[in-house]
């Protein structure tokens, strides 16, 4: 008698916990490729996967670490990562199959525009370093391998008129090796692409005994534009972005955006689109780039079709275009 009501007492558990465990519910666990801990799409990243976790009863998500917008194009492609922040100009190359792509395009679909990239040629006073020609025969870092600033800047210096892999001397470093490197002086320049302020670049420039430099680019966009298309744009550094500028800094511009793969669930696309732009507020205390999400011209800013479930916010906003 005893041994049967063991029995049933282990039966009734089993089926207690049987009963739970059906209960409980099952959570979605996505992951949002960002970039390098230097840059704004790690940290923005981070700001948006606490977002999604908070607000979003049954998912939760995790920032990652990668080498920016190529490696995260290829992320989403292989579905090795769910949302992915990017360069336009890079996103753009995996739709159509083009460049690093070519070949074998990527089905990307675009949740929303964010902030606009900067591109900035960083160097020191005293280098001799006044324009992208200049860099004839330095030493330069274009960005680490797979990142959209890298493919950017090799676009740069070829419309310059300068050969990447013959005219300078090319390091692949990301923003902050890149920014420790200059402060030791084992590089004479680097490129980044990326929002206002990035940390790694302020952090070199509030380094005292250091003065940065940031070198114009503006005569380079239509170069650019004729050659790519209208991916990029004239932008300006305002003189106050960072520690030790005398005045603006006309630059090239290119639009970031936050993608996912033509197969990510619609209702979550939709869902995360509308909780970006209903708790900005939220993500302008982790960036302030945050603040330059908008409503405004979102279909102007990208030729890559947008994501259903983006679409019907924008719809429901009434966006013009969708």
Known sequence: MGVLRRLCGALLVA????????AAP????????????GGVYFVLGGGLARLISQHIPGVQATAEVTSASVDNMRLIGAKRADLAFTLNDTAYDAWRGLADFRGTPIPVRVLAPI?????????LEGTGINRV?????KRVSVGSPGSGTEVT??????VAGI?????????????APSADALRDRKIDAFFWSGGLPTPAVLDLASTPGIRAKIVPMDDLVEPLRKEFGPLYFRAVISRVVYPGMDQPVPTIGVANLLVVHQDFPEELAYRITRLIFERKAELETVHAEAKNITLLRITGRTPIPFHPGAARYYRERGVPGF
């Open 163 to 175: 050969d990447p892999d013959r005219d300078i001397r090319k390091e692949r470093l990301g923003v």
């Open 133 to 137: 020609a200049d860099l004839r025969g």
């Open 153 to 158: 800047a090799l676009r740069i210096l070829r």
């Open 115 to 123: 902030y606009d990239n900067y591109n900035h040629l960083v160097t």
């Open 26 to 37: 099952t959570v979605r666990r996505i992951s949002i490729a960002t970039g390098g801990t």
């Open 15 to 22: 089926t207690l916990l049987a009963a739970g465990a059906a």
